[in-house]
């Protein structure tokens, strides 16, 4: 079965450090990826996709990410982290047919003065 | 920009009670979802509907059920409420099929059942 796997539940960075997010996939088809936001107390924001168009993938805010297919990695980053980019990330790969998501356990970022 | 609302951000219910998550979409799109968020487990399909009267179990659809009787609107429906059902509600919307559609999302109810 299709599963997305995102390594680290919490992750802590200082401001001005980069900021690495680890996402992993299985699929046994070329998949499209997804990266998504979630600031306290609101819905998920779409931050970045691969769609097979170019391996690197930038996203609003200064993120990020790769696909790497002989690795099925899908890491987010971004040089530079901000105060503002405290949150939970989420990953997610999608599923067979009707645009159908699965999504990772999440990775919630600190940043830290 | 795609708004999607939800008809309540915080709810507490009682066991066995019948409880109506409501969810608006404003820009037609044919796809709607719902999901359950929990801690440390991401978020988990419920249901979704690709069409008006049209539904599909998700993953994890043991004691939820859905309405769709407008293009719009996708309501979610707890028949019985119980205490393992207290989590975070998240409904989305999207375009149909045709490559990788975002889904936009609501900004969730969280629901208590005591």
């Known amino acids: 079965a299709q599963s997305v796997t995102q390594l680290g539940s919490h992750v802590s960075v200082s401001e001005g450090a980069l900021v690495l997010l680890r996402c992993n996939y299985s699929s046994s088809v070329p998949p499209y990826l997804f990266w998504y936001v979630q600031y306290p107390n609101q819905g998920l924001q779409l931050l970045l996709k691969?769609?097979?168009?170019?391996?690197l993938v930038k996203g609003i805010n200064g993120f990020e990410a790769e696909f790497k297919k002989s690795e099925t990695s899908f890491h987010l980053t971004k040089p530079s982290a901000h105060m503002s980019d405290a949150a939970e990330y989420f990953c997610a790969s999608l599923s067979g047919g009707y645009n159908k998501l699965i999504f990772g356990a999440g990775t919630r970022l600190a940043v830290h003065p | 920009d795609v708004k999607v609302t939800q008809s309540s951000r915080y709810l507490v219910k009682r066991t066995g009670e019948k409880v109506f998550l409501e969810c608006v979409q404003d820009?037609?799109?044919?796809?709607m979802f719902w999901y359950r968020q929990d801690p440390g487990l991401g978020l988990r399909l419920i249901y979704f509907?690709?069409?008006?009267?049209?539904?599909e179990k998700g993953d994890i659809p043991e004691g939820y059920s859905v309405s769709r009787e407008k293009k719009e609107r996708f309501s979610l429906i707890l028949e019985s409420a119980s205490t393992n059902q207290t989590s975070m509600y998240l409904c989305a919307s999207s375009e149909s099929t045709g490559g990788a559609k975002t889904q936009y999302f609501g900004p969730g109810t969280r629901l208590l059942v005591l």
């Open positions: 820009m037609d799109h044919e796809n």
């Open positions: 509907s690709y069409d008006v009267k049209m539904k």
């Open positions: 691969y769609t097979s168009a170019a391996t």
